[in-house]
């Protein structure tokens, strides 16, 4: 346990010797990665290359196959950590929830809380706080179900910063987002990272909203992964390498467009909200 | 049945109904407590997408009481233990939201059958025997109204407890795991609150009834509200008022509680819905863009 904050600060994140098996097969293994902070790495790979898993792992909540995470300067032990942010798949809210928008950021306030649910001094301010960081005090108060995919996800953002994050993690944060909204999330995360130095993992199968933003990519495919910065990884000679067959990276203007990546090596683990870069990408040219 | 019968069995009961409300006080303070922690836990009823799990349970329950009765020991624990059976069996079963609804499909008719098959083999009083399907406050004994008081009064404080962390993990079970809720133990702290509270509504307003109670009221709430604290406080009162108010009307005359309860429950839900629709039109106009 580190008790006040070290200086200078401990590594946000650490991954040694990482490896994930899901039914007898490796989707990856020997992943070292250190996140320095301040960096946004994003995560990038077909669907069912174990990118969400990798994000879980990291919060402890799911089981690595082999190796080890430091986050935060602490080995990942038990399940959760409030010291993280984390933004899951977006799943838009029933219309009916019983929920205004700022209650959605409440949650990362005081959500965790057992006992009487009396909100505690400094509460309110806390959070108006984070609705305001987020650009979303016009909205806050209307009911959650009601919002927009953007506005949700401004919120979602709130919720995750909630103690101030030195490490964030994204899962899909600009899926189903117009371009408008997408650059809002994208600011948001930037801003965030830029004012606190806390590093980022944002995983995402189009590059391209957060091409200009990114320090590193994470490429997990064909059960190997590749690391390095867009200019290394983006490559047709990089990918092909990494997948095994033929893959081009086509520039079109200031846009990347990935083609010829095999589909996901796994069909049933197809989740639908995970879809694939190629697919995506090829609708853009 | 003419004009005058009916009067007669709905009102017949007002020239003494102070004495029978005196008579009967007790189950009006176990209904006000059932509506009130009713409304409350509908609320994640609802929001956990829950409502046939609660029928399910309650048939399970139902069966429970049923077996108790035949077999001589307390109705109350009987209902307790089906009750808990269900709870946890549907917990363990069925963490998504499709098994589950196939595990309570085929757990419903087999409880149900179940408590049909001991009913007809009890050979007591036969006053007994229906009560525990559609529900008799009023016959109660007082022992027994206190303990399902005091079961009321337990799930309330728990409830409340665990607040929190339960909407969090019913809203978002991933930012609740990853914020270190205990997901796991507060998913089957509900389960186990849900199924006392059900095995008490089983008593108070029967095992075919129990949904005006424990999903209505918050159903009826969500219409109109949704701020965190204005639609568990709504579904509260909309409970409480069904579930006194059903008592109330009832004693004046000859008829049973549950149908006033289950009208009360619904108008309020009609009421809401209507309500709740214009002011959806409102609300949602300035945010076309």
Known sequence: ?285 | MNWDDIVAAMFGGLPDYWEILALVSNSVVAGAVLGLVGGLIGVFVMQRDMAFAVHGISELSFAGAAAALLIGVDVVTGSIVGSLIAAALIGWLGARARERNSIIGVLMPFGLGLGILFLSLYSGRSANRFSLLTGQIVSVQSAQLGWLIAIGAFVLIALLLMWRPLRFDSLDPQSAAARGVPTTAVSLGFMLLLGLIVAVAVHIIGALLVMALLVTPAAAAMRIASGPVAVPVLAAVFGVVSAVGGILLAIAGTLPVSPYITTISFLIYIVCRVSGSRRGRVVRAPSRR
């Open chain 1, 1 to 285: 346990m580190s008790d006040a904050p070290a200086d200078p600060p401990p590594t946000p994140l650490r991954i040694e010797g990482a490896a994930l098996r899901r039914d007898g097969r490796d989707l990856w293994s020997g992943l070292d990665l250190e996140a320095a902070p301040g960096e946004l790495i994003a995560v990038l790979g077909p669907s069912g290359s174990g990118k969400t898993t990798l994000l879980r792992a990291i919060l402890g909540l799911e089981p690595l196959s082999a190796g080890t995470v430091t986050a935060l300067g602490e080995p990942v032990r038990r399940r959760g950590n409030r010291r993280i942010g984390y933004v899951p798949q977006q799943r838009p809210l029933p219309r009916e929830t019983a929920l205004r928008g700022r209650d959605l950021v409440a949650l990362g306030v005081d959500g965790h809380r057992f006992g009487l649910p009396f909100p505690r001094r400094g509460d309110r301010a806390r959070i108006d706080a984070l609705v305001d960081a987020v650009g979303a005090s016009a909205f806050a108060d209307r009911p959650a179900g009601t919002l927009s995919g953007g506005e949700q996800q401004r919120l979602r953002i709130g919720q995750a910063l909630a103690d101030n994050p030195g490490l964030l993690l994204c899962d899909e944060p600009l899926t189903s987002l117009d371009l408008a909204n997408q650059r809002a999330v994208v600011g948001l995360i930037d801003r965030h990272r830029r004012t606190t130095g806390a590093a980022v993992l944002l995983v995402t199968h189009d590059i391209n909203p957060v091409l200009n933003t990114v320090d590193r990519i994470l490429y997990l495919a064909n059960g190997r992964f590749t690391l390095g910065t867009p200019d290394e990884v983006l490559d047709s000679r990089v990918l092909t390498d990494l997948y095994g067959a033929p893959v081009f990276v086509l520039r079109a203007g200031d846009r990347l467009v990935v083609v010829g990546a095999p589909d996901a090596e796994d069909s049933h683990h197809h989740h639908h909200h995970d879809g694939d870069l190629h697919d995506d990408a090829g609708a853009h040219a």
